[in-house]
Every structure is written in C-alpha cells, then in structure tokens.
C-alpha cells in the first residue's frame, strides 16, 4: 500500500516562499511519477507540477512556471515542491500524487494518479 504524507504548507505574505515535502512509503519514488495538485474553495483540482521516473524530467503550469521548482530525493523517498515568489492566488489545498507508469501524455490529468495524500494548505496573504 502506497502512503503519502505531505507537510510544509502554511501562512505566508505575497512574495514569500515555502517548500513543500511529499514523503512516499510503500513504493519507491523512482518507479513513478509523482506530481502536486491543487484546489482552491470553489475550484477544481489543477495540475502544478510532476517529476517523472525517467530521468526526473519535471513539468509545470503555466501559472507556475519559473517560480516553483519540484525536486526529489531517492534516499529520503521524498519530493519537493519549492514555491518562491508566492501570489494570493497560489491559495489551495496542495496535494501530492503518485502515478506508476505515469506518461507525458497524462502528467496534467488527476485521473491518471493512483494514489494520494491528505492534502496540506498553502494560504498566501496580499
């Protein structure tokens, strides 16, 4: 049984950083994908950000992209999410995936995801 345990959120003003932790048991992170999402009250899941098992090539939104950095350590079994430059509208519930066999046809789809942790909230202040 795969088990994500996500930590790291938090209040932070606009412009600030944090970085989240994503620590997987069960499975090792090198054989999937292991990618962020995010809801905002009112809003649908949306796709931030995935690392994938081969060779660790990353993808991101648009709306993220050049301010959030996703990492992984293979000996802790853990991803990362750094988050800079943080803006109001990064506020949401932020959720680690894992994603065995995951393709970069279905990085962005919440569908393609097997298993996911509890969620821990990011909440930027302007």
């Known amino acids: 049984q795969v088990q994500l345990v996500e930590s790291g959120g938090g209040l932070v003003q606009a412009g600030g950083s944090l970085r989240l932790s994503c620590a997987v048991s069960?499975?090792?992170?090198?054989?999937?994908?292991v990618g962020w999402f995010r809801q905002a009250p009112g809003k649908e899941r949306e796709f931030v950000s995935t690392?994938?098992?081969?060779?660790?090539?990353?993808y991101y939104a648009d709306s993220v992209k050049g301010r959030f950095t996703i990492s992984r350590d293979n000996a802790k079994n853990t991803v990362y999410l750094q988050m800079d430059s943080l803006k109001p509208e990064d506020t949401a519930l932020y959720y680690c995936?894992?994603?065995?066999?995951?393709?970069?046809?279905?990085?962005?789809?919440?569908?393609?995801?097997?298993?996911w942790g509890q969620g821990t909230q990011v909440t930027v202040s302007s």
């Open positions: 690392i994938m098992r081969n060779g660790g090539i990353t």
């Open positions: 995936a894992f994603a065995p066999g995951l393709i970069q046809s279905s990085v962005r789809h919440a569908d393609y995801y097997d298993y």
């Open positions: 069960g499975r090792t992170i090198r054989t999937a994908g």
